[in-house]
């Protein structure tokens, strides 16, 4: 176990592409009561970043994941619908998780009938850790909504996808083990993978599946896992993945932060204490932080509020939202539409999920709010959108997140808005289907936050501030 004060403050950059790049313009922000002035150019992607990173003691990278895309192979350019759609189909396979374990019905049983499954490869962070003896670099992405972590895994029988590191080979790894099938940690896979595991010259096979086309299938292993020098996790278990399909945008595999023993967050509790902060920074150009372990905090302030469990399951971070104001008034929301199928928080949602009776008052006084403003076309499911050509700085009004405890987050500029060009920049909110979907807090509203869980305090804090 690493003891090192380090391990304690094990500390994750999350950073990007045009790292090295700093704008000469100095991002102003004006907060003036119940409305933020911005410079228009600050929301754009190709903004240099001016945010200063809060963290010294950073081990790993942590990027977004175009970022990543672009640093580690030609990933090409941001397409927005592909967004888009990641974003639905992680939805449906949250509320899919949500429902069936509220209904008793197996996960793999209505997985089935989704339309489309790109689950966790959605996620929009990916960081580099390494595995195995000697060690090797890992760009995976990272992921609170699932809990297996797992790599695609040499030799590739049926299919591994493309990735832009040499896929991991653990013939050549001298920490390397397969896990037995009668093993306890292989009798607990269910509740981590959906998916009851088998046996191979009782070796433990898993099945990490994330709905009817995506999943990771091959040995339940132990490796040394290392996230700095210091930060040394041995006999981590991890899914060593010979069968990989979906698409997973040319990473390594995942490394789930749900909550699960087999998580991250679980197998590392000695060292870390299941407590871990994160902060996704305004621009894909900033850099933020992923850390882990207690008093590694860095807001001078946080609110918290009580982590709950939707349905029977405890995989995912419950949150209560009870309210949502914009420009300072308190929407019109009777408590029930948010209290019916309650809320998750989501580090790979990219936007937030609203049951649509709340969404349409939010749309309703934001448009009041920005009447004067020349409105675009909607991108896809984003209703609300602006043309800001020509605009140089944008008044917008507050849109504050109330939650059990009782806290009020007020969410930075760049956690209301979804930039796909500057004629079209549109409110980053979505309804659900139904008031009776789970509602999901996304990371775009996230963003400059420095997000805190700490699950044995049951507990989810809120720091304004934390990386912007
Ligand atoms: C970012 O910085 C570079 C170098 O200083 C500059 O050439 C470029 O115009 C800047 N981009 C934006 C969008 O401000
Ligand atoms: C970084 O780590 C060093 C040594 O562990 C510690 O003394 C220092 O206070 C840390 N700095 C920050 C900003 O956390
Ligand atoms: C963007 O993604 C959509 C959906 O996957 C795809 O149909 C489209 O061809 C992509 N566009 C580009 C320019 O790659
Ligand atoms: C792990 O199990 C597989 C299947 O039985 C076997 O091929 C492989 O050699 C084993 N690896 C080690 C290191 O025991
Ligand atoms: C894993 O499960 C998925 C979904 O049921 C299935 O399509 C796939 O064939 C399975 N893979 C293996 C190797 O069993
Ligand atoms: C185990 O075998 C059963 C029956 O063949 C199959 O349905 C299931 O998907 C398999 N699980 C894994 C993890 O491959
Ligand atoms: C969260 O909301 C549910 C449903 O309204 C309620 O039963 C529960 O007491 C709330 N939990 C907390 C910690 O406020
Ligand atoms: C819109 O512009 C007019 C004229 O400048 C101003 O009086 C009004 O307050 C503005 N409305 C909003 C909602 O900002």
Redesign the pocket.
């Known amino acids: 176990m690493a003891s090192s004060l380090l391990s304690e403050l094990m500390r994750i950059l999350l950073c990007a592409f045009?790292l090295s790049?700093?704008?000469?313009?100095e991002k102003k922000v004006h907060v003036h009561g119940a409305e933020i002035t911005v410079p228009v150019?600050s929301l754009?992607p190709?903004?240099?970043c001016t945010a200063s990173t809060t963290n010294v003691n950073s081990t790993l990278k942590l990027v977004h994941k175009y970022g990543a895309r672009s640093q580690l192979f030609d990933g090409g350019p941001i397409n927005h619908t592909q967004v888009l759609l990641e974003d639905m189909a992680r939805v449906k396979w949250i509320q899919s998780k949500i429902s069936n374990s509220i209904s008793g019905i197996s996960d793999l049983e209505s997985a089935v009938n989704l339309p489309a499954s790109y689950g966790p490869s959605s996620s929009s962070y990916v960081v580099t850790i390494g595995l195995g003896t000697p060690t090797k670099d890992l760009t995976l992405l990272f992921d609170t909504g699932s809990a297996l972590t797992w790599t695609q895994c040499e030799p590739c029988i049926v299919s591994c996808y493309s990735q832009a590191e040499p896929i991991f080979d653990p013939s050549r790894s001298s920490s390397y083990a397969n896990i037995s099938c009668s093993a306890p940690s292989c009798l607990n896979l269910p509740s981590g993978t959906a998916q009851q595991p088998n046996c191979s010259d009782s070796t433990c096979v898993y099945n990490s599946t994330y709905g009817d086309q995506s999943f990771s299938s091959g040995f339940f292993a132990t490796e040394t896992l290392t996230l700095t020098p210091t930060d040394v996790i041995t006999n981590f278990e991890f899914g060593c993945g010979e069968d990989n399909e979906g698409t997973f945008n040319g990473f390594a595999g995942l490394l789930g932060l749900g909550r699960d023993p087999v998580s991250f967050l679980e197998q590392s509790a000695t060292q870390y204490g299941q407590y871990f902060s994160y902060c996704l920074p305004p621009l894909s150009s900033c850099t933020g932080y992923l850390t882990f372990g207690r008093g590694t905090v860095t807001s001078p302030s946080l609110n918290f509020t009580p982590m709950v469990t939707i349905g029977q399951s405890s995989l995912f971070y419950g949150i209560n939202i009870t309210g949502i104001s914009v420009g300072g008034n308190p929407l019109s929301i009777p408590l029930t539409v948010f209290s019916n199928a309650g809320a998750i928080i989501d580090s790979g949602n990219t936007f937030t999920h609203l049951p649509p009776t709340a969404y349409a008052a939010l749309r309703s006084a934001f448009q009041q709010a920005m009447a004067n403003y020349t409105s675009a076309p909607p991108f896809s499911q984003l209703d609300t959108c602006y043309d800001f050509s020509g605009v140089s700085t944008i008044t917008v009004p507050v849109i504050t997140f109330s939650f059990s405890g009782p806290i009020n987050v007020d969410l930075d500029a760049s956690g209301m808005f979804f930039w796909v060009s500057a004629s079209q920049v549109c409110l980053a909110f979505a309804p659900n289907i139904a008031d009776t979907s789970v509602s999901i807090y996304g990371n775009i509203q996230q963003r400059t936050f420095e997000v805190v869980y700490d699950v044995p305090g049951g507990q989810i804090g809120f720091g304004a501030q934390g990386c912007s």
Do not use: E, R, T
């Open positions: 045009v790049v700093h704008s000469p313009f150019s754009s190709s903004a240099n």
